[in-house]
Nanobody, 126 residues
Framework: QVRLVESGGGLVQAGDSLRLSCAAS????????MGWFRQAPGKEREFVAG????????LYADSVKGRFSISRDNAKNTVILQMNSLKREDTAVYYC???????????????????WGQGTQVTVSS
């Protein structure tokens, strides 16, 4: 059974940094594209960042480009989202997601991901 468990969320001030982790189990982790999404109160869930199965390619939403960095450790079945220079508008529940199928293409579309974690809350105060 595929399981994705996020951790690392919390309450921080604007300008601070946070490091989110997603621990994956029940899958051959190194064969899947992984992504981070977020959902703010009253808003649709949106793509934040994605990383190819080999970690050779990354993709970011324009709103986080230059501030967030995604990485993965295939030996530890973990994907990391390093968030720097946080802004109030980054406040949201952050979700880790696994792409459909092996060796898929890196995509920002939610329909391309089929397993999701329970989410971790990130709150940025000014």
């Amino acid at each position: 059974q595929v399981r994705l468990v996020e951790s690392g969320g919390g309450l921080v001030q604007a300008g601070d940094s946070l490091r989110l982790s997603c621990a994956a189990s029940g899958l051959t982790f190194s064969k899947y594209v992984m992504g981070w999404f977020r959902q703010a109160p009253g808003k649709e869930r949106e793509f934040v960042a994605g990383i190819s199965w080999s970690a050779g390619r990354t993709l970011y939403a324009d709103s986080v480009k230059g501030r967030f960095s995604i990485s993965r450790d295939n030996a530890k079945n973990t994907v990391i989202l390093q968030m720097n220079s946080l802004k109030r508008e980054d406040t949201a529940v952050y979700y880790c997601a696994r792409s459909r199928g092996w060796y898929g293409s890196l995509s920002s579309g939610q329909e391309e991901y089929d397993y999701w974690g329970q989410g971790t809350q990130v709150t940025v105060s000014s």
